[in-house]
């Protein structure tokens, strides 16, 4: 675990400020999964496969290359790396 000491003038305003920034990037992070998963769902819908499925056939080479089959890949690849900063940013606490 990664700890930040920051020692201002008025440490309340600067925890204030920093929570809040916390908060409005786990907010977007949170957005940005939804948009992506409804896109992963319009993909689903079309092919009637589900995403990890697709995923695991297109890494193995047996879907082909078309140019749907790439946006996909590439919108499950966002969904899992959205993920992770999720889970980053959820780790971070504050001391007392």
């Not at 589900?50 to 140019?67: N, V």
Request: zero cysteines; proline letters at 1%.
């Amino acid at each position: 675990m990664v700890q930040v000491i920051i020692e201002p003038n008025n440490k309340k305003n600067i925890r204030v400020l920093l929570e809040e920034t916390v908060r409005n990037r786990e907010y977007s992070l949170k957005i940005a999964i939804n948009q992506t998963k409804k896109i992963l769902e319009q993909f689903e819908k079309h092919y009637k496969m589900k995403t990890d499925s697709f995923y695991k056939k297109f890494q193995q080479g047996l879907l082909g290359d078309k140019i749907d089959f790439i946006e996909w890949a590439g919108e499950k690849e966002i969904l899992n790396r959205l993920k992770n900063k999720l889970a980053e940013i959820r780790e971070i606490k504050f001391a007392d």
